[in-house]
């Protein structure tokens, strides 16, 4: 199972950027998939989640407005679009895929990507 996070990168605050994850190696469409993100120092926290068809999404409140979780199971994709970015935003991103939850809990994912860093800086 593989798990390619991309689309990170530098953004002044207010910008925007869209997050990617392409998964292979398992039956996609019926994993839920999650956001998390990992400031330095921080412990990994929940950013947002979507329900294996795509119908359901669940944010963490300090994103809720400004970020958009969407997925495309033809192409075995999530997404994360991310606009008005802020400074507090800046952290590695790690999408994840949980066969059996739909959760905001780390533990409950089964398979990781690797991260792609996002910085919100003038």
């Known amino acids: 199972v593989q798990l390619q996070a991309s689309g990170g990168g530098l953004v002044q605050p207010g910008g925007s950027l869209r997050l990617s994850c392409a998964a292979s190696?398992?039956?996609?469409?019926?994993?839920?998939m999650g956001w998390f993100r990992q400031a330095p120092g921080k412990e990994r926290e929940f950013v947002s989640v979507?329900?294996?068809?795509?119908?359901?999404?669940t944010y963490t409140d300090s994103v809720k407005g400004r970020f958009t979780i969407s997925r495309d199971n033809a192409k075995n994709t999530v997404f994360l679009q991310m606009n008005s970015l802020q400074p507090g935003d800046t952290a590695v991103y790690y999408c994840?895929?949980?066969?059996?939850?739909?959760?905001?809990?780390?533990?409950?994912?089964?398979?990781w990507g690797q991260g792609t860093e996002v910085t919100v800086s003038s």
């Open positions: 190696g398992l039956f996609f469409s019926t994993y839920n």
């Open positions: 979507i329900d294996k068809r795509g119908i359901f999404t």
């Open positions: 994840a895929a949980d066969l059996r939850t739909y959760s905001r809990r780390p533990t409950d994912y089964d398979y």
